[in-house]
Structures are given as C-alpha cells and as structure tokens.
C-alpha cells in the first residue's frame, strides 16, 4: 500500500546526507542562544546542532528554533547532549561555561571553566577533526588558550571572539559622539578582552582622517573633549550591562556571527580575535591576544602589522602579561 507521500513524491536521486556548512553551538544560555538566533537570521549554515548538558531546555531551545524554520533557511536544526550530533562541523562555537557573576573579573571565572572545557574540547574535536573552534566562553583568551592546548588543532583553527565585540562597542560610542553610523568609524580594540585591552588611538579615523592627527591629545589624559573615558565606558559596559540584565548576550550574538560569516563565505575580513601571540609585539610567552586577523575558510590566516606607538606597544605587553600570570597556574592541561 503506497503512502500519501508515495503518491506525492517521484524520487529521482538520493538526497544529500552530508552538511556542507554545518555549525554547533556548544551551551544554550543566553549566550549561546543569542549565537544560533543571529546565525540562522543571517542563513549561515544548512544545518545547526546545539549541545548542552541540560536536556530539558536543550530540548525546548531546538523546538523552539524548529518552530521557525519556515521563517528560516536552515534545512535542519538539531540538539543533543550526546556529541555525535556535532559530526562533520565546519565551526564550533564553544559558549558554554559558568557565567560570569556580577562584580567578578572574567579572570577569576577561569580555573571553574577549565574544568568544564576538560570535558567538552575532546569530544567536538572527536566528532569534528577538521573543524574551526571559536570559542566564547569568558575568560575568552585564557579559555582559547586552553582550547588550543586541549585540542591538538593548529593555532590557526583556534579562534577567540576576542576583542571584536569590544571594538564593535568602541566604534558604536565614537559614532554616537561624532553623528556618524559605526560602520565608517574605524578604530580598534586589541589585547586582552576585558579590563586591560588597548584601544589603539593613533588609528581612529573617519573617511581616512586621522583624529589624533586633527587633535594630537585624543585619547589621552590632557584632552579637554575626554575621548579616554570613551575607552573606559568600553571596558566597564560589559559590567553594567550584567549589573541592570544579570547577563551580556545580543551584541555577543551578532558579534559571533558576523565572524561566523566571514569565516563560512570565506570573505578575508580583517577582524580584531583572539589568537596566539608569541613572538609579536616582543612578546615571550604562549598567549592569545586580540590583534588584527584576516579570517577566512582555512581559519585565521594571517595577522596585520599595525603601526603602534611605544605606549600602545607597552599596554600590548602588559595585557600579555597579566594573562600569562593566571595561565602558567592553571592545573591539569
């Protein structure tokens, strides 16, 4: 007895079976949820898998997407806390994690994440060897470092979100000042992602022009205008926003995955991430620091040289430092 589907359908070949642009996104919070809504509204992916080890809202979560799909133009979202649904990944996003509490640096977040990433950095590289691993979770350059450690992959499929969202907020308060749309504010955020990163003044610029060539003293202590504390609202807005929320997760979401689609389209966009920086800058030790990466299909595949002055230089060392001083404590890697 032939079914309606049967009666409906003439099979000619057999369908696909194999994702081409397949993403995970490990960890369903708010952070990771915020990652998949903004990843599926950009139509990144034709498949999406999401991981956590809480079963009942991993399970809501998917139905929830599902739900959507006509809305949508992703061919299968999928969820489990078993890793085999993560197979044949192109990019992991690594979002899981304890969260951080309010008033508590993203440093001090890092030994109880380590412990959870023990778990899960083995079992997406089981299940996705070729894969792209971005990683989220806070602190996110310890945490890529000890992604990069526990995964065995290469540098360059080791991939911190970074200062880019950093530099997005940074671009968004200097375009609020001057009346002008983020997108032709250019300036940068580099070093670490969070209390000691490096808002590089010598390059802001709109159109081409230099501001601290237009006013010399921008960003530093004696400018009447006080662009510092624009770097400082940067810093502490993370803090501010957990403070009235309990949690950061919409700019995280699309910073993701405006990376993401630079990364699947293989676009060559220069994006401020987290990567390893031993032997730039007079840096000496094995950390991951935001500085400008070119990203594209085969990952991070090259760091621009950025004229920094002496001071900025410094700041990019001190930062280096004072992760390498929570790293080289970390147990069991």
């Given at each position: ?11 000619i ?11 995970t996104?490990v ?10 809504i ?48 993560t ?37 997406v ?81 709109v ?34 926003v ?31 991430v ?45 930062s ?14």
């Amino acid at each position: 007895m032939a079914s309606l589907k049967d009666k409906l359908i003439t099979p000619i070949a057999a369908p696909s079976t194999q994702p081409n642009n397949k993403i995970t996104v490990v960890g369903v919070g708010q952070v990771g949820m915020a990652c998949a809504i903004s990843v599926l509204v950009k139509g990144l992916c034709d498949e999406l898998a999401l991981v956590d080890v809480m079963e009942d809202r991993l399970k809501g979560e998917m139905m929830d997407l599902q739900h959507g799909s006509l809305f949508l133009h992703t061919h299968k979202i999928v969820a489990d806390k078993d890793y085999a649904v993560t197979a044949n990944s192109k990019v992991v996003v690594v979002s899981a994690g304890v969260r951080q509490q309010e008033g508590e640096s993203r440093l001090d977040l890092v030994q109880r994440n380590v412990n959870v990433f023990k778990f899960i950095i083995p079992q997406v590289v089981k299940y996705s060897p070729n894969c792209i691993i971005l990683v989220v979770s806070n602190p996110v350059d310890i945490l890529t470092y000890v992604t990069w450690k526990l995964s065995g992959l290469p540098k360059h499929r080791v991939i911190g979100s970074g200062c880019n969202l950093d530099t997005a907020r940074f671009r968004y308060l200097m375009a609020e000042r001057l009346g002008v749309h983020p997108s032709s504010c250019h300036g940068w955020i580099l070093g670490e992602h969070g209390d000691s990163s490096v808002p590089v003044w010598s390059g802001v610029n709109v159109a081409g022009v230099s501001l601290q060539e237009l006013d010399p003293a921008m960003g530093t202590d004696q400018d009447p205008e006080n662009w510092k504390e624009v770097h400082k609202q940067v810093v502490a807005s993370a803090y501010e926003v957990i403070k009235l929320k309990g949690y950061t997760n919409w700019a995280i979401g699309l910073s993701v995955a405006d990376l993401l689609e630079t990364i699947l389209k293989n676009l060559c966009r220069v994006h401020p991430v987290s990567t390893m920086v031993k032997g730039m800058y007079g840096i000496e030790n094995e950390v991951f620091l935001s500085l400008p990466c070119v990203l594209g299909s085969a990952g991070l595949t090259s760091v621009i040289n950025q004229k920094l002055k002496d001071a900025e230089v410094a700041q990019l060392q001190q930062s280096a430092t004072t992760l390498w001083n929570v790293q080289k404590d970390l147990k069991d890697l």
